[in-house]
């Protein structure tokens, strides 16, 4: 075992252990089935990392491959500390390593913490037809990592790829892809309210409902009802 874990597992915590997995559906059918928790949080998980951010890509890797979540939301954290850091070169192989290990980033928060700095961060000015491979994807965590890595994007004032993305997610069955889809649209009209609504007077009655609501959080209340009721 590596130091960095067994310095992981002293900070665990049962109780919260069996809170996490309750709250990350690791029943069976469920979508983080069989997932295990040491029960420490994401700020500690966090400074662990800022203390071993220099450790090899390949010890990094090997955590991310670990059954134990917060090893994997470990390994995450530091490569989004060692891309932030890094020059073009290793913030090329990071990119990649990201997309050859999509198997272990299996869960909403794992995507949610890292795709945008180290998914979105690179392809931004770049060929973005990948993340449109992505969406596209039979596995539910590589289509949450294309929407998601377009915040980098967004937070940058550029729309295009989340709108396109967005379109193409529109009938997705999983609830988590609506949830992302519709909090990427918040987070665009949050700068752009008119790019949002363009796209929802287009799209908003065939919008899963979830993806709807997710969307329009922040409208006013009286606009708001106007979507929900198919009346814009």
Request: overall charge positive; proline content about 3%; hydrophobic content about 40%.
């Amino acid at each position: 075992m590596l130091e960095i874990q067994k310095q992981l597992r002293r900070r665990g915590n049962k109780k919260k252990a069996k809170i996490l997995q309750r709250f990350f559906k690791t029943g069976l059918g469920e979508y983080g089935h069989g997932d295990r928790f040491l029960g420490v949080t994401v700020p500690v998980i966090r400074k662990i990392a800022e203390q071993h951010k220099d450790i090899p890509l390949p010890c990094s890797i090997r955590l991310l491959k670990s059954t134990i979540h917060e090893e994997r939301v470990l390994a995450l954290c530091i490569l989004v500390v060692q891309y932030k850091k890094s020059d073009t070169i290793k913030r090329k192989r990071i990119y990649e390593l990201y997309l050859e290990n999509t198997r272990w980033i299996n869960n909403w928060d794992l995507v949610d913490l890292t795709a945008p700095h180290i998914v979105g961060a690179y392809l931004f000015n770049k060929d973005t037809r990948v993340l449109m491979r992505l969406a596209k994807s039979r596995m539910l965590w590589e289509r949450r990592i294309a929407i998601v890595s377009t915040f980098y994007f967004i937070r940058h004032n550029s729309f295009n790829e989340t709108l396109t993305i967005a379109a193409l997610l529109l009938y997705d069955k999983e609830d988590l892809i609506h949830k992302a889809v519709g909090w990427m649209l918040r987070e665009v009209g949050k700068r752009d309210v008119d790019c949002e609504e363009q796209f929802l007077r287009e799209y908003y009655k065939k919008m899963p409902r979830t993806m709807l609501r997710y969307a329009i959080e922040r409208f006013p209340e009286r606009k708001r009802q106007a979507y929900l009721k198919g009346n814009v």
